[in-house]
Each structure stands twice: as C-alpha cells, then as structure tokens.
C-alpha cells in the first residue's frame, strides 16, 4: 500500500510498480481493483505501438498483474512447494517459464520504471508502514500498562483497610523494578536473536537486546522495535502483579522486590521467548525449521505464557509466605479449622480495577498482533472473541455461586471478567465466535473451582490470582488446540501449514492438541521449578513476611505511616450548611448551633 498523493505520472508510475513488485516479492496480496488516488494518476503508457492513458493504462496493468498472480498462485500451488506467501523475487522468478519471464519485463517496460525508482518506492512503502505500526503498538502500550493499575485498584479494595498503604506502596515498587528487569536483561531473554532454527540448540534464551540495545541509527525501524519494546514491557508488568496480589498484607517489601526482578528478568521473558519469538522452541511465528508438532503453539495473547506463568508464581510466593493470621482458626470442640472472613476494605474499588482491566484486556488481545497494516482484521477478531468470552465468563462465576452459596457476589463477577479473558487470551484470534463462547464457558468453571480448591488446602489467595490466571489461563491454552479453525489459524499465523493445525473439534486431529498440552507442561514445569529455586532463596535469606503482630494490629500501623483513617465529612468544613438538600443519609450537623458545632469539632 502506498500513502500519499499521486503528484504527476512518476509518482503514478512508482504505484503502478509497488502493486507488480508486491506480486513478485509475494508479501501481499495486491487488490486486482484500482483504487481512487490511483485512477486520479497521469498515467501514459504505449504497448504494443498503441497509447494507453490514465483509466486505460490502469485497466491494461490490472489485467497484466492478474495474469501474474495466476501464475504465482500456480506456482505455490506445485506439490512440494512450500514457499508461500513468504518465497523471495529471485525463486518466484527463476521458477517462472521463458515466456513468463518475458511478460513480466514486458510490463516493466510498459509503465517505464527502472529497478532504482522501484525500489526507491518499496522503501518509502515500508517506511510507512513501520510508522504506522509503530503508532498502532504504542497505543496497545498504553493500555496494557494501564491494565497494570486495574490490578493495583482490585488489590487494594480486596485488602482489609488496616493493609491499604501496605499494598500500595508494594505494587508501584514491584512495578518501578520490573521496568528496570525488563530493560536490563529481560527484553534481551525474551526478543535476542536465537540459532534454534539451524541448529535446534537454545530455543529458551535471546543472545542479543539486553540493556535497551536496539542500534544505535534513528531509522523507522529502530522506532518500530522501541515500540515492541514498550509493548512487551506493559505484558511483562501484567505478569509481575498477578503474584503481589496474592500475597498482600502480609509479604515483606524486600521478598515482593525480589520476587518481582525474578519474574521480569528471568522467568517471564523464557516464557516470551519460547513462545513468541520467531526462533523460540515452541513458537508457531517461525516460517523455517522444525516446529513442534508440525505445528508450533498458539498463544496469541498469553494465556500461558502471561496467565498460566504468573498464576503458579503466586502459587509458590503463597505457599512460602503462608496465610493471613488468624485466616483459618480452628474453634472449641472442632478438629477442622474454619475459615475466618477478611472484610475487604471497598468492594468498589474491586469493581472498578476488574473493569479496568477487563477494558484494557479487549485492547492487549488485540495489540498482541504484530502487523497492523496487514493484519488488522486478526486485531479485530481477536478482540472480539475476548469481548464475548470475558462476558459469558462473569455471568457464569455469578450463576455458579448464586446456585452454590445464594449469593449473588460482586466479586465473582469481577473475577469472572477477568477470567474470561485469560482463558481466551491463547486462542481469540484462531476461534470462531462458537469457540470463545465455550472457552469463556469452561473459564469460569475453572476459575470458581479453582478458587474452592485454593481454599480447601488452606491456601490464602487474597486476589484470586491462582483461580483467576492459572486455573482458568491454564485451561484456555488446551482450548485453543480443541476450538482453533483452519482459516482463523491461517490468518494469524500461516496457510502453508499441515492440515493438522487446528482444533481437534474440527477435525484436525490431535498434532495441535498435542502442542498445546507440551506447551502447558513446559511453563508449569519451567515456572515452579525456578520459582522454587529463586524464592525459597529469597524466602531462608531475608524471610519473607512480617510478624504476626504486626499484621494483628495491622501492617500499616507499624511499617507504613499509620493506618489510613476513613473520616466522616467534618462539619468544622461545612458550618454553613443549613439543609442536607440530596445528602439526605448524612448527618452534618444541621439544626445545631454554631456553639455545639465548634465544641463537637
């Protein structure tokens, strides 16, 4: 595609060339149609000893490019043949016949370009095209990153009220040194160049990238992969708040620091890595080498590497730093413990961090796509689906419990939401609309089990992290191997796959199944195993929770500057009301004098 407005029979002639070029290189499939700016062109070219202008320039090298499309199109087609979409000039054009050869210079003759205003337009295409990309994954940035703070406002109203400062003070720390995580060797992990497709060595770490190296030219490039960078950084903080809020109210500063450099430096970008990088072990991104299963894994969003990888790091931080006091207790006469409500200091603030997030993960699944110019209708599939699943999801969470407990709880709808979007994150944009209805479906039964099996083993999750992201993230990677169609898949990834990779629901066998399967055994296996590693360090090095009394009298109290106090609206600030007006279920004093005022104040 060209932007720009066609100024004289040169810059019509260079547009002409990017269609024929497009066509030849196989990056895209030009439009056999042209468009307005191009019929607006003075075009002049002579064929054959006759002149052809403007509309019926047009018209002769539409018919031209349709013919060469033929004939790629039956040159991929061969047997054997598994260039694609994505085979280079060179093998398109020897692999053409004499005569084929001979028409395509024909062409080039007949709109009077050289090779060098060729490729000068190409560039000016590609520019343009980083640019506009480069606009489109900053915006997802921005939303992802916001996402962040819906975490943060969902903790904080799920804490009790003496644990608020606490909570905040611990989520902006864990987000100020996962930035500095990712900077330093976390981006480099997760996006360095790899030999895995050679050699099928690594497959698991980047070489290259670390400490914000992208090169040092300012080219439209460079800011292409700055951006990526900012985008890759927003997940990378999405994945670090999922254990702090599990552990809140009672986990030290100094273990969620470490935890959080663990997750952004090391056992998150693995997960990037294998998953998303075109070189990773597992990636399905990658147009050469072996794949696994003939396949690759399909996690378009994260609901593994993102969700699954997250939940089981709160897992484990849980499990070292145990149970809020006095959570579950153990009363007269009773052998089992009985667990003990926590009342959360505002349901709201849990209701508008869950939709927050839920807003803002519409727009990752979303920007988790790569090349917006071309694939912008991948972008909107997947938000779609995303929007239907995360729905279907909460109103299931509140069904469930309703029917368990008789409660309609606010706080399943929430979790609800967000589970319903962990679930999809993996397949939203290889699903049909049936698919995302199912997985958000199944999402929220993973999610409310999840969490009644979280609290059978006595397993203290203050923000539903592990039901949420593990349990219900966990299974949406194993139902993008049941419900991924073979169109859906050919659009987000590639159509020169095998004919096996799609969802086993629609008879394709279990190749994509399989992969998927490998894939979740893979991140619970690499995760628990260094988050094991690297928090029980942590954990017998500098503990990993603050004293009992502490949290008895309430975290803030002793560490943090004192617990917040939820005053009532003075009246020394409102003595000259003289009637509540629509404050009708305050009282401020009113039909009191002045005297009584001052002496209550």
């Known amino acids: 595609r060209f932007f720009g407005k066609c100024q004289g029979t040169m810059v019509g002639r260079r547009v002409a060339a990017v269609g024929l070029l497009a066509l030849a290189h196989g990056a895209a499939a030009a439009t056999p149609s042209p468009s307005p700016a191009l019929e607006a062109c003075k075009i002049r070219i002579k064929d054959e000893g006759e002149v052809y202008e403007d509309a019926e320039a047009m018209k002769l090298i539409t018919e031209r490019l349709e013919t060469i499309r033929e004939i790629q199109d039956d040159y991929e087609r061969r047997p054997g043949n598994v260039g694609g979409t994505s085979a280079n000039m060179t093998k398109l054009y020897m692999a053409r016949t004499e005569e084929n050869v001979e028409m395509y210079h024909e062409i080039m003759r007949a709109i009077n370009i050289t090779r060098a205003e060729v490729e000068q337009a190409l560039g000016i295409v590609d520019e343009y095209e980083l640019q506009v990309n480069s606009v489109c994954v900053i915006c997802g940035a921005m939303f992802v990153i916001l996402g962040r703070f819906g975490f943060m406002a969902r903790s904080i109203g799920m804490v009790t009220a003496k644990s608020i400062k606490c909570t905040v003070v611990q989520e902006m720390l864990a987000i100020a040194v996962a930035v500095l995580g990712w900077w330093a060797t976390g981006y480099g992990v997760a996006f360095g160049g790899d030999n895995y497709p050679e050699t099928e ?17 300012d080219t439209a490039k460079k800011s292409f992969k700055m951006a990526v960078f900012v985008l890759q950084m927003g997940y990378c903080l999405i994945a670090v708040g999922i254990p702090v809020g599990s552990i809140t109210e009672r986990a030290t500063v100094t273990f969620v620091v470490c935890m959080s450099l663990a997750i952004s430096m090391l056992i998150y970008p693995v997960c990037v890595h294998v998953f998303w990088n075109e070189a990773g072990m597992f990636s399905a991104y990658r147009e050469s080498g072996s794949l696994l299963f003939d396949c690759g894994t399909i996690d378009f969003a994260g609901s593994g590497v993102l969700h699954l990888c997250g939940g089981l790091v709160a897992l484990v931080a849980s499990l070292l730093v145990g149970p809020r006091k006095n959570r579950w207790v153990t ?5 089992k413990p009985v667990i003990m409500p926590k009342p959360q200091a505002s349901p709201a603030f849990e209701a508008f961090g869950g939709l927050l997030l839920f807003t803002c993960s519409i727009a990752n699944t979303g920007f988790a796509t790569r090349e917006f110019v071309e694939d912008s209708v991948v972008a909107g599939k997947a938000m779609s689906n995303t929007l ?78 592990i039901s949420i992201h593990a349990f219900a993230g966990g299974f949406g990677l194993i139902a993008a191997g049941l419900f991924t169609t073979k169109g859906s898949y050919q659009a987000a990834y590639y159509d020169n796959r095998e004919d096996t990779c799609y969802g086993t629901f629609y008879n394709g066998g279990i190749a994509q199944l399989a992969s998927q399967a490998m894939a979740c055994a893979f991140v619970c296996g690499w995760t628990l195993f260094i988050s094991c590693l690297i928090l029980g360090v942590v954990h017998m090095t500098f503990g990993s929770r603050y004293p009992l009394q502490w949290e008895q009298n309430g975290v803030d109290y002793h560490k943090f500057g004192g617990e917040c106090q939820f005053s009532h609206v003075a009246v020394n600030q409102d003595k000259n009301r003289w009637a509540h007006g629509v404050l009708s279920d305050t009282d401020y004093g009113i039909g009191k004098s002045a005297d009584e005022v001052e002496e209550e104040s």
């Open 331 to 335: 009363p007269d006469e009773m052998i």
């Open 201 to 217: 060595k690594n497959g698991m770490v980047g070489w290259d990238g670390y400490f914000g190296d992208h090169g040092s030219a």
């Open 388 to 465: 239907v699943a995360a729905g279907v999801a909460s109103f299931v969470s509140v069904v469930i419990g309703h029917f368990y407990t008789g409660v309609v709880s606010p706080q399943l709808g929430c979790g609800g939401l967000v589970a319903g979007t962990a679930a999809i994150s993996a397949g939203c944009a290889s699903m049909d609309m049936e698919g995302a209805v199912i997985t958000g479906f199944c999402g929220a039964w993973a999610y409310y089990v999840g969490g009644c099996l979280m609290l059978k083993l006595h397993i203290d999750d203050v923000s539903h992290a």
